[in-house]
C-alpha cells in the first residue's frame, strides 16, 4: 500500500468497528475494522476514541508521521494511509482521519506474536534481545530500538512484534514495525500541553525489548550506528506534507522538534 492522505471524504460507514483496548494500560478504547479490496485485506484503526465525543486522539496521525521517518532512515516498516472519512460507531455518524493497511503476511504464511515464540523457543536464561540475535535478527532489532527512542513509543510489547511463519517452505522472518500511535505525544489533547511537552522526556515504556527506558535501552546497540540514511533538517517538509489542517501548526512544530533532538541523540552514542 502506498503512503499517502486521502482528503476526499470517504463513506466508511459500513465498517463494523470492535473495540480493543489498549495494552500499555492508557486510557481510552481504541477500535479496529477490516475489509476486502480488490481481493486484499485491509486493516482499519481509529484514535483514541470516546462513545460520548466521538474520536478525540491523534493516533492515526502519528502512524503517517512515523511511517515517512522510517521511509527517510530506509527502516523496513508497514505503510499506512491516512484517510478523511465518515464512520458509524453504535449508530451514530462521527467525520474523523482514520488509518488503513494492507495484510503483510505473504501467502502460507503465520502469524505468532514474538513474546509468545519466544517462550516456546528460548534457551533456559536467555534474554529476549539475545534471543532475538540467535534467530539472526540483531539488525532489525537494533533499529527498532534507534527508532522507538526517537518517536517515543510507550507500547512496543511483545506482540506488537511479529513473526511470520510459513511451514511449507520452512522459513521463518519477523514482520515489517508496525503499531506507532502511542508515540510523540499523543496523550497531549491541545496545544497547551503540547507546549508544556518536555521533548526529551523519558517516559515509562512498555518494551519487550530492554526495559522500560526507551533511553537506556539505547545502551544495546553499544554505540553502533544502524540506520541507512541520516535525518536531515530538509526532511521536514516530506514528513509533514499535507498534515496542515489535520492537526495544528503548533504540533507539527513540537513534533519535528521532538524528533531531530532526539535524532541527534542517537546520533552524538
Avoid at 511483545?158 to 510459513?166: D, P, Q, S, T
Wanted: hydrophobic share 35%.
Amino acid at each position: 500500500m502506498e503512503t499517502r492522505i486521502i482528503k476526499d471524504k470517504q463513506d466508511l460507514t459500513y465498517l463494523k468497528w470492535s473495540h480493543a483496548r489498549s495494552s500499555s494500560g492508557t486510557a481510552g478504547t481504541f477500535l479496529k475494522s477490516e475489509s476486502l479490496l480488490g481481493g486484499k485485506k485491509i486493516y482499519y484503526k481509529l484514535s483514541n476514541f470516546d462513545p460520548v465525543n466521538g474520536v478525540v486522539g491523534h493516533e492515526c496521525i502519528n502512524e503517517i508521521i512515523v511511517d515517512r521517518l522510517l521511509t527517510i532512515l530506509g527502516v523496513e516498516h508497514l505503510n499506512y494511509q491516512l484517510i478523511h472519512a465518515d464512520i458509524e460507531v453504535e449508530e451514530r455518524v462521527h467525520e474523523t482521519w482514520l488509518c488503513a493497511s494492507e495484510n503483510f503476511k505473504a501467502k502460507g504464511e503465520s502469524k505468532i506474536a514474538l513474546d509468545d515464540f519466544y517462550r516456546t523457543n528460548a534457551e533456559k536464561g536467555e534474554s529476549h534481545y539475545d534471543f532475538c540475535v540467535r534467530c539472526g535478527w540483531k539488525e532489525y532489532i537494533d533499529r527498532m530500538i534507534a527508532v522507538d527512542y526517537i518517536i517515543l513509543n510507550r507500547d512496543r510489547h511483545g506482540a506488537n512484534i511479529e513473526v511470520l511463519r510459513n511451514p511449507r517452505k520452512h522459513s521463518l522472518r519477523i514482520a515489517p514495525l508496525f503499531d506507532h500511535g502511542l508515540s510523540l505525544m499523543y496523550s497531549c489533547a491541545s496545544d497547551e500541553e503540547v507546549n508544556k511537552f518536555d521533548v526529551m522526556t523519558d517516559k515509562r515504556c512498555q518494551n519487550f525489548i530492554g526495559g522500560y527506558s526507551c533511553f537506556d535501552n539505547l545502551t544495546l546497540l553499544s554505540g553502533k550506528k544502524v540506520f541507512a540514511n541520516e535525518l536531515k533538517m530538509d526532511d521536514k517538509d516530506y514528513i509533514f506534507d499535507g498534515l496542515d489542517g489535520i492537526i495544528s501548526e503548533t504540533l507539527i512544530e513540537k513534533i519535528w522538534e521532538m524528533l531531530y533532538e532526539r535524532y541527534k541523540v542517537y546520533e552524538s552514542l
